[in-house]
């Protein structure tokens, strides 16, 4: 029996489209500052500064109870990037306790949509590097959606479009991260340590029960969160995947005497950290590149670089545009009547941007420095192009409104 259902609906409620309103605004403003970061790393490695930027990052920091010693760079990628990860978790919670995912009919659609927008990335990517076995290290890279970045870019040339149009984007880009992250743990952890993974697991079950009885006050809460992303960096297992874990755990529904729930508490203290501190420093340590000694054509034209750039534009487009095609076409699923398949493009384009956690994947895949220096110049390019073709066609879907 064929399934009866409109793609893109409204929200289900009218809290779902308050906090889906409030995740726009949020994530916006984040991809703002995630833009402006990138923009001031790429200047200062192609500069006279180049030197400091990058003795920077190779800056050890220390604590030797804990037996860490990590680069400025990593504190960043592995422990603060946990933090957007937890806002990531508690996004998906939402999407799966309140939002579309927790409606079959409404899930279908952004998931289907999604894997198919990570799948046939990571097929032209093993494509077209097919034989290079040290390029295919890279072969998750397109796989992943900027949800901050995407969201800016949408804000900046889609105001006028409808509310269903960003939250089916919100959605995808939320299943891309869950698949991203879980790529992320099992295939890019190394020298697994069971013991340490027991004591992950041990911590995260009484993390939950002290939720569950009502009894996560802060301070212990917080250092058992800690301790947490402890254990699971010690365990091999990439310690960002901590911070989606905990999220997980969290009630994402209100108690008798409470008015919102633990995660709504949770998302509105931690997100400004995010947000702020978080994602633009991300950026900074991540995007930049020194292109001088090779130049730009030459690295975006290497294989690696041209790989990322033909799988995040191209692919990502097909998959979404695809999918969400093939499913109204054999199923009795059809588009909201306010919405254009242009729309749906310009959300395939979007979905290009990979950005925060493609270039998470390409610090993981690659230790060469050229190999990395290619495969950054490939996300961020990749990233430019999705961004101006999909303002490209937001503005003229946008001027035929008007």
């Not at 990590?70 to 933090?83: E, M, P, Q, V, Y």
């Not at 041990?202 to 996560?216: C, D, E, P, T, Y």
Request: proline content about 3%.
């Amino acid at each position: 029996m064929k399934l009866a259902t409109k793609l893109f609906s409204r929200p289900r409620t009218e809290r779902d489209e308050r906090w889906i309103k409030d995740a726009l605004k949020d994530e916006t403003f984040a991809g703002t500052l995630l833009m402006i970061s990138a923009l001031i790393a790429i200047v200062i490695a192609n500069s006279s500064l180049s030197e400091w930027y990058f003795d920077l990052l190779a800056l050890k920091f220390e604590i030797p109870f804990l037996a860490l010693n990590l680069t400025f760079a990593h504190w960043i990628s592995d422990g603060l990037l946990a933090i957007f990860f937890f806002i990531a978790g508690l996004e998906l919670k939402h999407e799966l306790v309140h939002g579309s995912l927790s409606n079959k009919s409404q899930a279908i659609v952004p998931v289907v949509a999604a894997i198919a927008g990570m799948v046939i990335p990571v097929l032209i990517f093993s494509t077209l590097l097919r034989g290079d076995s040290q390029a295919l290290e890279g072969w998750a890279i397109p796989m992943a959606t900027d949800i901050a970045f995407a969201l800016a870019v949408l804000a900046i040339a889609g105001r006028r479009l409808p509310t269903e149009i960003r939250a089916f984007l919100l959605t995808v880009a939320v299943v891309d991260d869950l698949g991203a992250i879980s790529v992320i743990a099992i295939f890019y952890s190394e020298k697994f340590s069971p013991d340490y993974f027991l004591l992950t697991i041990v911590a995260l079950a009484f993390f939950w029960f002290l939720h569950r009885i009502g009894k996560a006050h802060i301070i212990i809460s917080l250092p058992l969160a800690l301790f947490s992303w402890w254990a699971m960096y010690k365990s091999g297992i990439h310690a960002t995947v901590a911070g989606v874990a905990l999220a997980l755990l969290i009630p994402n529904k209100p108690r008798a005497d409470e008015e919102i729930s633990t995660a709504e508490r949770c998302e509105a203290k931690v997100h400004p950290i995010s947000v702020l501190l978080v994602i633009p420093l991300f950026a900074f340590v991540s995007a930049g590149v020194d292109i001088r000694g090779s130049g730009l054509i030459e690295g975006i034209t290497s294989p690696i670089s041209s790989g990322i750039i033909f799988a995040l534009v191209i692919g990502k487009f097909l998959g979404i545009l695809g999918a969400t095609y093939l499913f109204t076409r054999f199923t009795r699923a059809s588009l909201n009547e306010n919405l254009k398949w242009s729309d749906v493009s310009a959300i395939g384009l979007l979905a290009g941007i990979g950005f925060t956690v493609s270039l998470l994947i390409v610090e993981l895949s690659y230790e060469e420095s050229q190999a990395l220096a290619d495969a950054k110049v490939g996300v961020l390019t990749a990233s430019l192009i999705a961004s101006f073709f999909a303002i490209l066609l937001l503005r003229v879907r946008t001027s035929r409104i008007n």
